[in-house]
């Protein structure tokens, strides 16, 4: 089994990559991302309009696949391909991979959120704008032959009415800059800033309701899920202010498209203009279709030549920094953090596994609680990877899975594996300390701690004994009655089997509950199952237990 915290510069959630990743490019994407690719060692191979059928038959040897709007990676896909790492989408949106099964898999799913942020953000002021003056029924009403319509068509400036926009995500923000810059009022909500002070100057929060009652144009950017499906409903389509127009250039699925078809022909508002529809494209027999006062465009959100290129090379370079170094950004499934903090506490991930696996090894039980402390400098920094990396470790023992940052979390819940953090209260003399407590499902508690000395992690406590101890190779336990010549009981034991000590730390019968001294071995090779019996059977001898750091 393999983890990404092995042999690692940094903390990986893949194996280093042996510069033969294969890559399938599921869809249209700029040649300049194959170069990328290519520059980095690695084999793009495009194969684009492929089936469900199609594509499983191609993807059992894919370390990477990367694709955008058209291709659905479903689950059947991903289980057709154990040696699958990353799933990249040349966009923001991947509801068209199933992130679930993804996780599941240990398979991280990125996005490129940055490339198509002005593209989309100015689609949106676009439609508003159209919608505000009746472009596209003007252009239509030219084509037809028709003229004299200005009375019909008379439109709303902008400036000075109210913009409401829903989500202030990285397009939402967008929005609200150029709706500011457009002498706008403007007003929105997000639920990850309730409470919160507004990021934008001259931008007002306001809670959801409030926000549908006062704004003029309501613009959508949030994600689909099932929090936000159906978020503007047939009662909040109603509850808009009389004569306000929608914008959709987010997701399909924010909307209640039928409700809103009937807000419309109920005058309730004024007009509406949709990038994304909750099936695309919609059918010949939806009601939004036929009427005058909506616009509809077939998802543009990201469709302009310097977006498609932005998207491309973003998500190619992340690919490859993940096959290559490890370094997932953009996941949708892992903590953010950057790649230059993801390096400087690399040793301390690598410790944190140890720490996991060892505390996993000692208990005859399996974990059910898992406490993780962290004080000193470390305590100050973003340590998501770091309780991650304690949680890997806790897990593997007995998982015949691969397990990795992805796919721990959810391991632990199917296993009932709670994850705490929790304040150091202990002084120590350490400049950092990561500390980790397991309770077992019969009651077993075991401590462990560690620290990084330089970029060398150290095993620094184990129970109630202060150690120093190099967190690799087998480590052997004992407990012992505290009498002399038990040292030398053990050496000439290993010694006959032609297993030499690496380092030797013992810990004193006065520091342990049970008044039984400990004995921590760390050898160079690997003692047999016979060899541990042998040790079990010396008189002084009251365990034995053997830990692979």
Same mark, same amino acid.
């Given at each position: 089994?393999?983890?990404?915290?092995?042999?690692?510069?940094?903390?990986?959630?893949?194996?280093?990559?042996?510069?033969? =990743?294969?890559?399938?490019?599921? =869809?249209?994407?700029?040649?300049?991302?194959? !170069?990328?690719?290519?520059?980095?060692?690695?084999?793009?191979?495009?194969?684009?309009?492929?089936?469900?059928?199609?594509?499983?038959?191609?993807?059992?040897?894919? +370390?990477?696949?990367?694709?955008?709007?058209?291709?659905?990676?479903?689950?059947?896909?991903?289980?057709?391909?154990?040696?699958?790492?990353?799933?990249?989408?040349?966009?923001?949106?991947?509801?068209?991979?199933?992130?679930?099964?993804?996780?599941?898999?240990?398979?991280?799913?990125?996005?490129?959120?940055?490339?198509?942020?002005?593209?989309?953000? !100015?689609?949106?002021?676009?439609?508003?704008?159209?919608?505000?003056?009746?472009?596209?029924?003007?252009?239509?009403?030219?084509?037809?032959?028709?003229?004299?319509?200005?009375?019909?068509?008379?439109?709303?400036?902008?400036?000075?009415?109210?913009?409401?926009?829903?989500?202030?995500?990285?397009?939402?923000?967008?929005?609200?800059?150029?709706?500011?810059?457009?002498?706008?009022?403007?007003?929105?909500?997000?639920?990850?800033?309730?409470?919160?002070?507004?990021?934008? !100057?001259?931008?007002?929060?306001?809670?959801?309701?409030?926000?549908?009652?006062?704004?003029?144009?309501?613009?959508?950017?949030?994600?689909?899920? =099932?929090?936000?499906?159906?978020?503007?409903?047939?009662?909040?389509?109603?509850?808009?202010?009389?004569?306000?127009?929608?914008?959709?250039?987010?997701?399909?699925?924010?909307?209640?498209?039928?409700?809103?078809?009937?807000?419309?022909?109920?005058?309730?508002?004024?007009?509406?203009?949709?990038?994304?529809?909750?099936?695309?494209?919609?059918?010949?027999?939806?009601?939004?279709?036929?009427?005058?006062?909506?616009?509809?465009?077939?998802?543009?959100?990201?469709?302009?030549?310097?977006?498609?290129?932005?998207?491309?090379?973003?998500?190619?370079?992340?690919?490859?920094?993940?096959?290559?170094?490890?370094?997932?950004?953009?996941?949708?499934?892992?903590?953010?953090?950057?790649?230059?903090?993801?390096?400087?506490?690399?040793?301390?991930?690598?410790?944190?596994?140890?720490?996991?696996?060892?505390?996993?090894?000692?208990?005859?039980?399996?974990?059910?609680?898992?406490?993780?402390?962290?004080?000193?400098?470390?305590?100050?920094?973003?340590?998501?990877?770091?309780?991650?990396?304690?949680?890997?470790?806790?897990?593997?023992?007995?998982?015949?899975?691969?397990?990795?940052?992805?796919?721990?979390?959810?391991?632990?819940?199917?296993?009932?594996?709670?994850?705490?953090?929790?304040? +150091?209260?202990?002084?120590?003399?350490?400049?950092?300390?990561?500390?980790?407590?397991?309770?077992?499902?019969?009651?077993?508690?075991?401590?462990?701690?560690?620290?990084?000395?330089?970029?060398?992690?150290?095993?620094?406590?184990?129970?109630?004994?202060?150690?120093?101890?190099?967190?690799?190779?087998?480590?052997?336990?004992?407990?012992?009655?505290?009498?002399?010549?038990?040292?030398?009981?053990?050496?000439?034991?290993?010694?006959?089997?032609?297993?030499?000590?690496?380092?030797?730390?013992?810990?004193?019968?006065?520091?342990?509950?049970?008044?039984?001294?400990?004995?921590?071995?760390?050898?160079? =090779?690997?003692?047999?199952?016979?060899?541990? !019996?042998?040790?079990?059977?010396?008189?002084?001898?009251?365990?034995?237990?053997?830990?692979?750091?």
């Amino acid at each position: 089994m393999t983890t990404p915290l092995q042999e690692a510069p940094a903390p990986h959630t893949a194996p280093p990559a042996h510069r033969a =990743d294969r890559i399938l490019i599921c =869809d249209e994407l700029s040649p300049e991302a194959l !170069e990328v690719f290519a520059a980095h060692g690695l084999r793009p191979e495009v194969c684009t309009g492929l089936k469900e059928a199609e594509l499983i038959a191609r993807v059992h040897d894919a +370390d990477a696949l990367v694709v955008r709007s058209a291709t659905k990676v479903t689950r059947a896909i991903l289980d057709a391909a154990p040696r699958l790492k990353v799933v990249g989408r040349a966009g923001v949106g991947v509801d068209n991979v199933d992130v679930d099964a993804a996780t599941a898999r240990g398979v991280v799913v990125m996005n490129a959120p940055a490339g198509n942020t002005t593209t989309t953000a !100015e689609l949106a002021i676009s439609l508003m704008l159209a919608l505000a003056r009746n472009v596209s029924r003007g252009d239509r009403a030219v084509r037809a032959g028709e003229w004299k319509l200005r009375g019909k068509l008379l439109g709303s400036e902008i400036s000075g009415k109210t913009l409401g926009v829903v989500g202030l995500g990285r397009i939402g923000r967008v929005v609200a800059t150029r709706g500011l810059g457009l002498a706008m009022k403007v007003v929105a909500y997000d639920p990850y800033l309730s409470g919160q002070r507004s990021p934008l !100057e001259g931008v007002e929060l306001l809670a959801l309701d409030e926000l549908l009652a006062r704004a003029d144009f309501v613009s959508l950017h949030v994600p689909y899920s =099932d929090e936000t499906r159906n978020l503007l409903s047939r009662e909040r389509l109603f509850a808009m202010k009389p004569g306000a127009r929608l914008i959709n250039c987010a997701r399909g699925g924010l909307v209640d498209e039928v409700a809103l078809a009937e807000a419309l022909a109920a005058g309730r508002l004024k007009g509406a203009a949709l990038d994304v529809f909750e099936s695309e494209p919609p059918p010949k027999e939806h009601p939004l279709l036929t009427r005058e006062d909506v616009i509809l465009t077939p998802h543009l959100g990201a469709s302009s030549e310097e977006a498609q290129r932005n998207v491309a090379l973003e998500i190619a370079q992340q690919v490859s920094e993940f096959l290559l170094e490890g370094v997932a950004r953009n996941a949708v499934n892992l903590p953010a953090t950057s790649s230059a903090t993801l390096k400087e506490l690399a040793p301390w991930v690598l410790l944190a596994e140890k720490l996991g696996s060892t505390l996993a090894q000692l208990c005859d039980s399996p974990i059910r609680t898992l406490e993780v402390s962290l004080s000193g400098e470390i305590a100050r920094k973003d340590t998501s990877h770091v309780k991650l990396a304690v949680l890997v470790g806790a897990l593997r023992k007995g998982c015949d899975t691969p397990l990795n940052f992805v796919n721990a979390p959810r391991l632990a819940q199917e296993r009932g594996l709670a994850l705490h953090e929790r304040p +150091d209260e202990e002084s120590h003399f350490l400049h950092s300390l990561v500390k980790a407590r397991a309770v077992s499902r019969d009651g077993e508690v075991h401590v462990v701690g560690g620290s990084v000395f330089g970029r060398d992690p150290r095993i620094v406590r184990i129970d109630e004994h202060y150690l120093d101890l190099v967190p690799e190779g087998p480590l052997l336990v004992t407990t012992h009655v505290d009498q002399p010549g038990v040292v030398g009981l053990l050496g000439t034991a290993l010694g006959a089997a032609k297993i030499n000590i690496r380092r030797l730390e013992l810990g004193p019968a006065s520091r342990a509950k049970d008044g039984l001294a400990r004995g921590f071995l760390a050898l160079y =090779d690997q003692p047999s199952a016979q060899v541990l !019996e042998t040790l079990a059977k010396l008189e002084p001898l009251r365990s034995v237990r053997l830990i692979q750091l």
